[in-house]
């Protein structure tokens, strides 16, 4: 091992990753057929009239403008963002509270943290059925809950007024342990000297966690913002089986309106213009989101 | 003094943040074991006096439940080993290349709302005469799969130091027998979590088999929500039902929670 070697190794390195190509071909052929074909085919659609067992022909960017004049899918537009606020903020409050709390240490705390996470690793449409129960308005133990404490009943999912505020209740219940355990990832991986100076300097638990810990924090607080937005956003397993977008229309999310275009009423190329604005929707927040971690980072 | 109020604060934030979850699993447990009298009570009732089996008894009895386990169980094996089959490699040959750009494609696919998929995908399954097989279901279920088998794998092999690898290389063995015999090895504990998640995830998973499944080919989720739509039977077989439904995955959870809360912070991957 001696000079010639060292001067061989950068040729041979490069030519070894060429080769690992061959690694990624399997996946990159599933990738491409059932996650591209997918998108281009979509495009595709959108721009037809297609019915299932209708036949289709092209019509240009109607589908899109119908989308424009389409009260029910403004509506639905609303409603999502409305629920994704509510879904997005309660979980990262609650989150971040619950990775402070879950970051020291005490007694049981291995036991605590796995009873935390078991409702996002639970089955949706499990869960969902047993909210369903407890939203019974006569029957539910929930409205006996409200009672005991000597509040009035709710009518929960049957209210229009109170469907989505109940509906991102569920949502908060099975996703807050993602966003608490990334920032519990986050504050895992703190150092420790900046702690010992403020201590030093006679700062008090309050002041340390202000400006300290929370600028430390952003980039991971700003990562569980980013996948929960997303994933408020593309909700669809609890609401579908609680309410199916109902009473009436009154929880109709973009992703249930689009269900309901596609596998109801078999409007497979006006669902697909919807597939393409909701997919921009996404992009365009994700990647406001993305805009602000690079700032927070700088 | 202080310090005594400090812990009892400390106590019941735990207490409120452990709460919901314990309170509705409990809840789930208590409706499945009692009778469909005291089910329907009010005030309800808490603990079942005495427990009943009625309910499981009724599911199992009633429709085809076992026959949607053994889909279920079908649908997530395949769907976790060709990922991992798929998966693994891919991961090692990004890892490699740092290939940033393919890295990113797994993530759109992460970002991508599930039903987008379903609109083209049933339309080709009609055309390739596969609806009514469980086909279609598993190879929709790798939409979620293999995006979380590549992403946990890069990051568990970016972290494998690479002096093993370049020793066999440099002794004279081909990439593939230093991936097969050297990295993979040491990646076991990598692919544990990634079959870990990908099974859970594809186990769970209610839209794919929602839309494409037949009655022959419903998955356990799917089976649940029509008992709650269409069948209208009563609360106990019902949270008996969503119970044997979530069970096998609660259980996996409570034994690798490790493993589990390792790939999740690393990745916040979830499917769907």
């Known amino acids: ?298 | 003094m202080m310090r005594l109020l400090e812990k009892l604060g400390f106590a019941l934030a735990v207490l409120f943040l452990v709460s919901p979850a314990i309170l509705v699993f409990l809840w789930m447990l208590s409706l499945s074991m009692k009778t469909e009298l005291d089910n329907t009570a009010f005030p309800p009732v808490f603990i079942p006096n005495p427990p009943v089996w009625d309910n499981f008894i009724e599911v199992f009895s009633r429709n085809d439940f076992l026959k949607y386990t053994w889909n279920s169980i079908l649908v997530s094996f395949s769907a976790t080993g060709l990922a991992i089959l798929i998966g693994v490699p891919a991961g090692y040959g990004i890892a490699k290349m740092q290939a940033t750009r393919a890295a990113m494609l797994i993530l759109i696919a992460r970002i991508t709302p599930g039903l987008s998929y379903l609109i083209p995908l049933f339309l080709l399954f009609q055309w390739l005469g596969l609806t009514g097989t469980l086909t279609p279901i598993v190879i929709t279920h790798l939409v979620i799969t293999v995006p979380i088998v590549v992403w946990v794998m890069i990051g568990f092999f970016e972290g494998l130091p690479a002096e093993l690898e370049e020793a066999a290389l440099v002794d004279g063995a081909t990439i593939w027998q230093a991936f097969r015999h050297v990295a993979l090895p040491l990646a076991m504990p990598g692919i544990t979590v990634a079959v870990i998640l990908s099974f859970i995830f594809s186990w769970n998973n209610f839209i794919f088999a929602m839309v494409l499944a037949g009655r022959e080919t419903r998955t356990l989720p799917v089976a649940v929500n029509n008992m709650l739509t269409f069948e209208q039977i009563s609360w106990g077989p019902l949270a008996a039902a969503a119970l044997l439904v979530t069970l096998p995955v609660l259980l996996l959870t409570l034994l690798a929670q490790k493993q589990i809360i390792a790939g999740l912070t690393a990745g916040g991957v979830k499917g769907g």
């Open chain 1, 1 to 298: 091992m001696g000079a010639p070697a060292l001067a061989a190794a950068p040729g041979r390195r490069r030519n070894y990753a060429r080769r690992y190509w061959w690694f990624v071909v399997p996946a990159g052929v599933v990738v491409l057929s059932v996650i591209l074909f997918p998108w281009a085919f979509t495009l595709f659609m959108s721009a037809h009239d297609w019915k299932i067992g209708g036949g289709h022909h092209f019509v240009g960017l109607d589908n899109y403008r119908k989308l424009l004049t389409d009260e029910r899918f403004h509506w639905a537009m609303l409603r999502t963002l409305y629920f994704t606020a509510l879904a997005v903020i309660l979980p990262m409050i609650l989150g971040v509270a619950g990775a402070l709390v879950f970051n020291r240490k005490f007694p049981l705390r291995g036991l605590a943290r796995t009873i935390f996470i078991l409702p996002m690793m639970a089955t949706p449409v499990a869960v969902a059925l047993v909210w369903t129960m407890m939203f019974h308005p006569q029957l539910g133990v929930l409205n006996w809950l409200l009672t005991w404490f000597g509040l009035p009943p709710s009518m929960w999912i049957y209210d229009p007024a109170t469907v989505i505020p109940t509906l991102v209740m569920v949502e908060v219940w099975h996703w807050t342990p993602l966003v608490m355990l990334i920032v519990l990832g986050g504050l895992a991986s703190l150092p420790q000297d900046p702690y010992e100076a403020a201590k030093i300097d006679g700062a008090s638990a309050l002041q340390a966690f202000w400006h300290i810990t929370l600028p430390l924090l952003a980039p991971f607080i700003v990562v569980a913002l980013i996948i929960r937005t997303i994933d408020a956003l593309k909700a669809f397993d609890t609401i579908y089986v609680i309410t199916q977008g109902g009473p009436g229309t009154s929880s109709e999310t973009i992703n249930i309106f689009l269900y309901l275009q596609g596998f109801a009423y078999y409007n497979m190329g006006y669902a697909s213009a919807v597939v393409v604005v909701f997919f921009l929707l996404i992009v365009a927040l994700a990647s406001l989101l993305l805009w602000t971690r690079r700032r927070v980072k700088a």
